[in-house]
């Protein structure tokens, strides 16, 4: 399996490999031994999935309180999307940057997400099918966002303000700032 550390060196890009043959192909998708040694060691208990119809989706920038934060294992299964983390944990060296991966049907890769990031994706393709595994369930009350095109954040998006498509909750979303208190390193 790829194992790539990003400039946030907490946010790992893995690649487990697929077997192609005349029928397909098989994948491992998880596998406990080989995520931990690649650094992710925090136990699994929810799965989620989800389809966006259209190019230029936007979903986040999302993350759950303590003690309900959430560490997010990512991949997209159909598709194609642009995946941010963003550092959120104040004290630490890396606090308010992000870095971004290219996730799709093609490139097979997964991106591991720490609690104490918020996280966020632009669809590049239509009909695109995101699915991961978290190591926190499901907390309403817990649920923060951040507005997507924070000028905080300066994130680097694919899609302009003006073909974003956002739910109507994201889009009433605060600044950065509002999530200073939220974790600490
Ligand atoms: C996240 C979540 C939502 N829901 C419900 C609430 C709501 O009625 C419906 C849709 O929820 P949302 O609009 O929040 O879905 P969405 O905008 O896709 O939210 C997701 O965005 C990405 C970026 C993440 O990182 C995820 O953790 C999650 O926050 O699904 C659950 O039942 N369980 C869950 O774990």
Known sequence: MKVERLAIPDVILVTPPRFSDNR????ETYNVQRMTEAGIALPFVQDNQSLSRQKGVVRGLHC???????????RC???????????ARSGSPTYGKWVAAELSEENWSQLWIPPGFLHGFCTLAEE???QYKC?????????????WNSRELAIDW???STDAVLSEKDLEAPEFSAAKDWFHS
């Open 24 to 27: 397909g192909f098989f994948s």
């Open 64 to 74: 759950q309180l303590d003690p309900h934060a959430q560490g997010k294992l990512v």
């Open 77 to 87: 299964t159909k598709g194609a999307i642009w995946d941010v983390a963003i550092d």
């Open 128 to 130: 695109s099918e995101v």
């Open 135 to 147: 190591t926190g369930l499901y907390d309403k009350a817990s649920e923060r966002a951040v507005i």
């Open 158 to 160: 694919p899609v302009s």
